[in-house]
């Protein structure tokens, strides 16, 4: 979505189709727009509500709290994801406890919405202790090349928390 409102990027008219159009416009009026349905961004983030719920974190294995890479990794999930609802609606529900009943859905749907800043706040209040790296670093597991392609470095597959940090703070 971000890269559809970069300035270096201009849509034709004639090929692009009416719900990229209006993304690109800034236009978030149209609820029926495929690429706008918030609940798929409430799924990531009520999914990773879920395990940070659930993770223990101080499990370890060899002095090591084998779990802390992955609750980090998580927080980093859904921050970036809370972040991209809060730029692209600007207001938003804000909820951190896993919602598992349609009531609870319900419920949190229907609160008081968040605005940008405040969803932003929030944010950084929450994944400001993981910033430094060497403390908490993204998990690395050992991926196999499949089909003779390269091995994949899974510790990429996350927003870095301090990217994170600089994104909110501008």
Same mark, same amino acid.
């Given at each position: 979505?971000?890269? !559809?409102?970069? $300035? !270096?990027?201009? *849509?034709?008219?004639?090929?692009?189709? *009416? $719900?990229?159009?209006?993304?690109?416009?800034?236009n978030y009026t149209n609820s029926n727009n495929m690429y706008l349905d918030a609940r798929d961004y409430y799924t990531i983030i009520n999914?990773?509500?879920?395990? !940070?719920?659930?993770?223990?974190t101080t499990l370890k294995k060899n002095g090591v709290k084998y779990m802390l890479p992955e609750?980090?990794?998580v927080k980093s999930v859904r921050a970036w994801t809370y972040l991209q609802l809060?730029?692209?609606?600007?207001?938003?529900?804000?909820?951190?406890?896993?919602i598992l009943t349609h009531?609870?859905?319900?419920?949190?749907?229907?609160q008081t919405k968040m605005s940008r800043d405040q969803v932003i706040?929030? *944010?950084?209040?929450?994944? !400001?202790p993981f910033q430094n790296p060497a403390d908490y670093t993204m998990p690395k597991w050992t991926v196999p090349a499949a089909s003779g392609a390269p091995g994949v470095k899974t510790e990429h597959f996350f927003v870095p928390i301090r990217m994170l940090l600089g994104e909110m703070y501008l």
């Open positions: 979505l971000n890269e !559809l409102r970069g $300035d !270096l990027l201009t *849509l034709s008219g004639e090929k692009a189709v *009416l $719900d990229v159009q209006e993304i690109a416009n800034f999914n990773c509500n879920i395990f !940070l719920a659930r993770v223990d609750y980090v990794a809060a730029i692209n609606y600007n207001e938003i529900p804000y909820f951190t406890e896993p009531s609870a859905a319900a419920d949190v749907m229907n706040d929030k *944010l950084i209040e929450d994944i !400001l």
